[in-house]
């Protein structure tokens, strides 16, 4: 048994739909989240530079001693877990191997689709994870830049999201898929609009459910499940919390009263892992 708290960091606001299915699936844990609010999108960046920045979100998760690092963002898991896992003294989950076993698990057909950002699909990771699943047959991916703005401005069910996602996803409807992936922390709040424009015939696989199932397997696996029945929740920012507190209800499902903002930077990588040059 082990209460100390799961980290998770997201580039942003998105990581908190896997704090939320965390919540859900293990009320009892205690969980600290990063928000690389300052720094955000990963989506855009060069691997480099999203491998730097998660080693040093997990080097402040890290500094407050949890025993479980989950890289929540898409983009960071996509190029950063062989680095993260390298750095870290404690077991790393990422999102893409979770919900390529839930896609792998759903499909018949053994057609999957995927959506990310631009990093993720560039990676080829997702790719990469489905693919090695003999379920699978073939894997057609695309990334959807403008969808993450759209969720963080509210509009999840807008005409012209609507609009977006048909756009997006036409060449995975042509492709005869029977499973699709949200491989983004914000693509779950667009479910609705997804399972419209796709029909009824797609499964929608949500990394965010999964990751969180991984989770408790793992601590489970390693005794090291909390023995509380509630847990405690701190979130912390890079840059300042309003607009964060603002928006965070729509993805945890519930107001956020205490934001804490710090400097990622204030937490060296060296300070925290095992120092590895990145
Ligand atoms: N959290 C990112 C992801 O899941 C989306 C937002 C960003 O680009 O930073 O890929």
Redesign the pocket.
């Known amino acids: 048994m082990n209460d100390n708290p799961i980290g998770v960091f ?3 606001i ?2 908190l739909t896997v704090v939320r299915e965390l919540l859900r699936q293990l009320p009892g844990e205690s969980v600290v989240y990063f928000g690389d609010t300052a720094r ?5 960046k060069s691997p480099e530079t999203v491998i730097r920045f998660a080693l040093e979100d997990a080097s402040f998760l890290l500094s407050r001693g949890v025993k479980l690092l989950v890289a ?5 898991s996509s190029v950063s877990m062989p680095a993260l896992r390298e750095f870290s003294p404690v077991q790393v989950v990422g ?1 893409i191997e979770p919900g390529a076993a839930a896609a792998a698990g759903a499909t018949v057909s053994g057609d999957v689709g995927v959506m ?2 631009e ?2 699909i560039r990676s080829g990771a997702y790719q990469a994870a489905l693919r090695s699943r003999t379920e699978v047959r073939s894997v057609a991916a695309v990334p959807c830049p403008l969808l ?1 703005p759209l969720v963080e401005e509210g509009w999840t069910d807008h005409p012209v999201t609507e609009t977006i996602v048909s756009e997006y996803l036409t060449p995975l409807s042509s492709a005869g898929i029977d499973t699709l992936v949200l ?4 693509y779950p709040l667009l479910k609705p609009v997804i399972a419209r424009v796709l029909g009824p015939g797609v499964r929608l696989v949500d990394s965010a459910e999964e990751t969180a199932a991984a989770v408790k397997a793992i601590l489970a696996e390693d005794g090291m499940l909390s023995e509380a029945e509630h847990g405690q929740c701190s979130f912390y920012v890079s840059d300042i919390p309003m607009r964060f507190q603002e928006i965070a209800q729509r993805f945890l499902g519930r107001s956020i009263p205490l934001v804490t903002q710090v400097d990622a930077a204030d937490f060296p990588v060296q300070a925290a892992g095992r120092g590895i040059a990145t």
């Open positions: 997201d580039s942003g998105g990581g955000l999108p990963y989506g855009s929540a963002c898409n983009t960071a999102v990310g950002t990093g993720t993450v491989g983004c922390t914000h």
